[in-house]
């Protein structure tokens, strides 16, 4: 019978834990030896999945992150394999003691605070990139604002304007045929956020024209007509008000060559880091996700926050079963209320749709080892780090409070991102362990790979890895500032992998919740 260390083979993440993640498979009958116990494996284990590390019997909490993410179904042994087969989601109480673990943000002295190399926008904003964007109100008008966007993408474009990034086509999937209420401001917070985000040096909006979704609501709601002081005029167009497809494009064509030469005069400058603000996701996670490159990420996290910066994790369907962890680290009661009134909607609407919240995790994230929703969340949690919870947003909403934030979205990449982004986040770092290979234009997202394997395998895609950690070359916090270190340069213009391989024009995707017609 082989022997081994149970340090060696799996990662017990807190005192008292039934469960640990295996740093790397198990064969059936190996024997594991720790300082306070033996036990046989009772199955064999892939890498990521939990094995059991102590007896729960049928109908007991399941403990992991010292905080419960299921229920045993059946008894459990210690070398089990805990999965779909003998753990489930079952509704508990969390404890929720609003603010009670809050701690003030400490900042750095501005003596030690770093900078980074940006873009300086009106309003007191920032860019970490140099940007035109073509934007699309209705999704009538999307293959319009493409055409545009493809006749400046060539290398004559890129060698005349070497400081810009490029002309993007953000295409609308929506924007008529809405409820006018929620869904419809939604989708003008949206647009209208992202016409003005610093990423975006000028842009031209175009519509149809007969749409529910006029540019003309678009503008008032966001006085897009009110120009500060060193901001390109935008121009505004129609399809039926141009004349047709064709006329609108050379139209709009034009109107872009009229904004580039004032983009391309834009120039980078020392920026403080309190002009970041990092969007913060997940996608694809696995069992190591939560071990590795989101602790990793939250570490970083913290590092921006003490030096002045804001970072804004998303996803409130994967914080649900760790809400509770935010609600007691919130600067307020309010902050913490308004967290809790988003969580509500949720199951509402779960509820509605005759369905439950633990339907997430995915089928990938359940290959990778992750079981139940209360699991993935308190993994997807500790991008979040330990700073206090300092603001609470709706979707897109303008992102402006320092610290750490949290964005109201669903859990689905591209809307959630999307999101974060149409709030203001300049910069994002995406971390997976399945392999996503998201881009985030007009933000540069870093993307951070949970385990080895995945890394060497999609290394074209992947710009850090974070598993080093259980590979146990490096720690939590020098993977974090590994990966603080990349934010910053990647701010100052390193382009990230995704970008390098021309990812991200296709990732734009407003959220449009509720009723169609």
Not at 117 to 124: E, N
Not at 330 to 357: D, F, G
Not at 461 to 476: L, W
Not at 490 to 510: H, M, R, Y
């Amino acid at each position: 019978m082989t022997s081994i260390e149970l340090g060696s083979v799996a990662l017990r993440l807190h005192q008292g834990d039934h469960v640990g993640v295996l740093k790397k498979a198990i064969k059936i009958g190996t024997k594991v030896i720790s300082e306070d116990q033996t036990f046989t494996a009772l199955a064999t284990i892939p890498s990521g999945h939990k094995i059991a590390l102590a007896t729960v019997v049928d109908g007991a909490p399941v403990r992991k992150y010292g905080q419960i993410i299921g229920f045993a179904q059946g008894n459990i042994a210690p070398g089990d394999h805990v999965h779909s087969h003998n753990l489930v989601c079952k509704e508990y109480e969390r404890e929720h003691e609003f603010c009670a673990d809050y701690q003030p943000i400490q900042l750095y002295d501005v003596t030690s605070r770093r900078s980074f190399k940006g873009y300086s926008r009106p309003g007191g904003q920032a860019g970490t990139r140099n940007y035109i964007a073509v934007i699309s109100n209705v999704n009538c008008s999307n293959s319009v604002s493409k055409y545009v966007a493809n006749h400046f993408n060539n290398s004559n474009f890129r060698k005349q304007f070497p400081d810009v990034d490029g002309i993007i086509a953000l295409k609308t999937q929506g924007g008529c045929g809405v409820e006018p209420g929620g869904p419809m401001q939604i989708i003008r917070r949206t647009l209208g956020n992202m016409a003005r985000h610093p990423n975006i040096s000028g842009y031209v909006m175009i519509g149809l024209g007969c749409e529910d979704n006029q540019i003309q609501g678009i503008r008032e709601d966001y006085e897009l007509d009110k120009l500060e002081e060193g901001e390109v005029r935008p121009e505004f167009m129609t399809i039926q008000g141009t004349g047709g497809s064709l006329k609108t494009i050379q139209a709009a064509i034009r109107a872009v060559e009229n904004i580039l030469p004032k983009v391309a005069d834009v120039k980078r400058t020392e920026q403080p880091l309190s002009k970041l603000l990092l969007a913060e996701n997940c996608g694809g996670s696995d069992g190591s996700s939560g071990c590795t490159a989101n602790p990793a990420l939250g570490y970083a996290s913290d590092e921006l926050v003490n030096h002045g910066g804001t970072s804004v994790l998303a996803e409130t369907t994967e914080i649900y079963g760790a809400e509770h962890l935010l609600t007691n680290r919130s600067v307020s009661p309010e902050v913490a209320e308004k967290l809790m009134k988003q969580i509500r909607w949720w199951e509402e609407y779960a509820r509605r749709h005759n369905s439950t919240i633990d339907n997430n995790p995915s089928i990938g994230n359940k290959e990778g080892g992750l079981t139940t929703i209360y699991e993935k969340s308190l993994g997807a949690l500790a991008k979040a780090g330990q700073s206090p919870l300092m603001a609470v947003y709706n979707y897109a909403e303008k992102i402006n409070t320092p610290g750490l934030g949290f964005m109201d979205t669903p859990g689905y990449d591209p809307i959630s991102m999307t999101g974060l982004v149409a709030g203001g986040c300049n910069v994002g770092v995406f971390t997976t362990g399945r392999g996503s290979v998201y881009g985030c234009k007009p933000a540069p997202c870093i993307k951070v790979a949970s385990n080895t394997a995945l890394y060497q395998w999609m290394e074209e895609d992947m710009d850090i890895n974070a598993g080093t950690i259980i590979d146990g070359t490096e720690t939590i916090s020098e993977v974090g500032m590994r990966i603080f270190e990349k934010i910053i340069s990647v701010a100052s213009g390193e382009k990230t992998k995704s970008e390098l391989n021309g990812i991200g024009d296709e990732e734009f995707q407003p959220w449009f919740p509720g009723p169609q017609y």
